[in-house]
T-cell receptor, first 114, second 112 residues
């Protein structure tokens, strides 16, 4: 069964540094998402992406965050200047048709900011 | 932004019995509701969903019930198995917006 893959599984970064989290969505999916889960808390929506542009974003997704689909297969989340509070699990998800279909999630990247 | 709430952080059930996980929501515009299961160190895995035009959807051991007037949905697992032990998240969306809201999760422990 096709799956969403995320790399790296764990990223350790110094505060203030830029970090890029990578995702390869399922190949025939058209809608892409990033979520985060701070330890012990709920899964929080960050951003959705369709047709090479952001379709929705949350208040968490401020100017420090950006997303890109650089080559038709990868979907990346960039955090420009990381803060301690960015430490979390980041999940990528994809779906075929958007908000009327379940999403397929990757196993996440654990981001640790020191 | 607590549009979806799961008020029980944990639930313990004996193997073979029914597990009932509950979820409440505040936004009457939600069109689509889902349940996900999550094991440690893995991403959420889709379990079952229901559209707002239905009040029940069944898939094997899993049944989701939707009560729109109460803004409440529940997931029934019958019979419960030890492999069902995981964190269960409910989620909701509106078709017009490409955005999903998740609850805080309920950790289910099924005892052998």
């Amino acid at each position: 069964e096709p799956e969403v893959t995320q790399t790296p599984s764990h990223q350790v970064t110094q505060m203030g540094q830029e970090v890029i989290l990578r995702c390869v969505p399922i190949s025939n999916h058209l809608y892409f998402y990033w979520y985060r889960q701070i330890l012990g808390q709920k899964v929080e929506f960050l951003v959705s992406f369709y047709n090479n542009e952001i379709s929705e974003k949350s208040e968490i997704f401020d100017d420090q965050f950006s997303v890109e689909r650089p080559d038709g297969s990868n979907f990346t989340l960039k955090i420009r200047s990381t803060k301690l509070e960015d430490s979390a699990m980041y999940f990528c998800a994809s779906s075929m048709t958007g908000a009327d279909q379940p999403q397929h999630f990757g196993d996440g990247t654990r981001l640790s900011i020191l | 932004d607590q549009q979806v709430k799961q008020n029980s952080p944990s639930l313990s059930v004996q193997e073979g019995r029914i597990s009932i996980l509950n979820c409440d929501y505040t936004n009457s515009m939600f069109d689509y509701f889902l349940w996900y299961k999550k094991y440690p160190a893995e991403g959420p895995t889709f379990l079952i969903s229901i559209s707002s035009i239905k009040d029940k959807n069944e898939d094997g051991r899993f049944t989701v019930f939707l009560n729109k007037s109460a803004k409440h949905l529940s997931l029934h697992i019958v019979p419960s198995q030890p492999g069902d032990s995981a964190v269960y998240f409910c989620a909701a969306s509106t078709y017009n917006f490409n955005k999903f809201y998740f609850g805080s999760g309920t950790k289910l422990n099924v005892k052998p």
